[in-house]
C-alpha cells in the first residue's frame, strides 16, 4: 500500500514537472521599431566603456524605421543590452553633425517606448527631439520654414 502511494505521488510530481517546465516557452521575444520622424539622416550608435559597439549601432534615413527583435527569458529585452558587456551611452547623431546621448538627457527610458501589440515596441525620433539636439549643442531651436522657387522650403536655424 505504501508502495503504491509514493508510485502515485512519484506520477503526480513527473506530470506537474512537466506541466509547468516543458509545456511552455520561456524565451519571450519583442520587436522594437525605431522610426525617424525628422528631414534628416540619423545614426543610433551605441558605446560601452570602450568605444562604439558597431553590433548595436543603426543608421536610418529620412522618414524611414528599422527595427530589431530580442528574445529573452521571460520577457523581451532591451535592444542594447548585451550579455558580454554593459551600453553605457546611446548618441543619437543627426546629419553627422549634431549629436545628443539619451540616456544622459532621460530621453531613452521605457516610458518613451510606444507599445503597439503585445511585444511590439516603438521609439520614435521626433523633430522636438532634434530641437533639443540644437539646444544642447548651443543653437536656438526657432525654425523658420523660407519658400525656395517654388520648389519646397528652406529650414533656417536662428
Known amino acids: 500500500m505504501i508502495i503504491k502511494k509514493i508510485a502515485f505521488y512519484i506520477v503526480i510530481a513527473t506530470i506537474f514537472f512537466f506541466l509547468t517546465n516543458g509545456s511552455c516557452d520561456k524565451t519571450e521575444c519583442g520587436e522594437f521599431w525605431f522610426i525617424n520622424r525628422t528631414t534628416h539622416r540619423v545614426k543610433i550608435n551605441s558605446y560601452t566603456y570602450f568605444g562604439l559597439i558597431t553590433d548595436m549601432s543603426y543608421e536610418i534615413q529620412q522618414i524611414d524605421s528599422i527595427s530589431k527583435v530580442t528574445c529573452d527569458m521571460g ?84
Not at 527631439?129 to 536656438?140: M, V
Open 75 to 158: 520577457m523581451p529585452s532591451n535592444p542594447f543590452t548585451s550579455n558580454y558587456f554593459q551600453v553605457d551611452s546611446i548618441v543619437i547623431v543627426f546629419d553627422d553633425t549634431l549629436s545628443i546621448n539619451i540616456f544622459k538627457y532621460l530621453e531613452y527610458n521605457p516610458m518613451n517606448f510606444k507599445v503597439r501589440k503585445k511585444n511590439k515596441f516603438v521609439y520614435e525620433i521626433t523633430d522636438s527631439l532634434y530641437c533639443k539636439t540644437l539646444e544642447i549643442n548651443g543653437y536656438s531651436s526657432k525654425i523658420v520654414s523660407l519658400p525656395v522657387n517654388g520648389r519646397g522650403t528652406l529650414t533656417q536655424f536662428e
